[in-house]
């Protein structure tokens, strides 16, 4: 008898999203620098940030013994006082102590515009995932939203700072779609 995920995997491209999720998902830069470029008012609101179990994956990613707790950060980025993105980022405690440490005094300014603004910080492709219920973050999200979707999009990726990795994972929540698009949109979009 075959074994049956708990999820879907994680994979390099997004099958079956919406097209116009496209620019979003696809967005190589700063989510963050998109999002301010979409909207009138952007801000940074930290759930959570302390050290707690993570999923095995995410352990694996982060170089993480599987029985030891990860710093996680857990945000919701608003634009126009609406939750557009909701950003989940794990480190292992002994990165954070060197290389990453700067997350420590982070606050609620945005990750992505410390990432992006190093020249040595180097980012692994994108995977992507549709999350539901089964998922954890899914569930993690029910908790702070009560109207989600059936499903919502993800996608992650590994930010490498002197072989120190950091696991940083955006879902994508429905306001992202009602955002004015703009010319950059329209050129991605377009088939080919």
């Known amino acids: 008898m075959k074994t049956r995920h708990l999820h879907d995997p994680w994979v390099s491209f997004a099958p079956a999203h919406p097209r116009?999720?496209?620019p979003w998902l696809n967005e190589r830069?700063?989510?963050t620098a998109r999002l301010i470029s979409h909207s009138k008012q952007f801000c940074v609101e930290v759930i959570e940030q302390r050290l707690k179990p993570v999923q095995h994956d995410e352990a694996r990613l982060v170089k993480l013994n599987a029985r030891?707790?990860?710093l996680v950060r857990e945000v919701v980025l608003r634009c126009n006082g609406v939750p557009a993105v909701f950003g989940h980022t794990v480190v292992c405690p002994q990165h954070l102590r060197r290389t990453w440490r700067f997350l420590a005094r982070l606050g609620n300014r945005s990750l992505g515009s410390v990432l992006f603004a190093n020249p040595l910080v180097v980012r692994q492709p994108l995977h992507f995932q549709r999350i539901d219920r089964r998922h954890p973050l899914?569930?993690?999200m029910a908790t702070l939203f009560p109207d989600l979707p059936p499903t919502l999009w993800a996608r992650r990726?590994?930010?490498l700072l002197?072989?120190?990795p950091m696991?940083?994972?955006e879902v994508f929540l429905p306001a992202v779609l009602d955002l004015p698009r703009n010319e950059l949109d329209s050129t991605?979009?377009?088939p080919g």
């Open 188 to 190: 991605q979009t377009t």
């Open 167 to 169: 696991l940083v994972t």
């Open 162 to 164: 002197k072989h120190s």
């Open 138 to 140: 899914y569930r993690r």
């Open 157 to 159: 990726s590994v930010f």
């Open 20 to 22: 116009r999720l496209r």
């Open 29 to 31: 830069g700063s989510l």
């Open 68 to 70: 030891r707790k990860g």
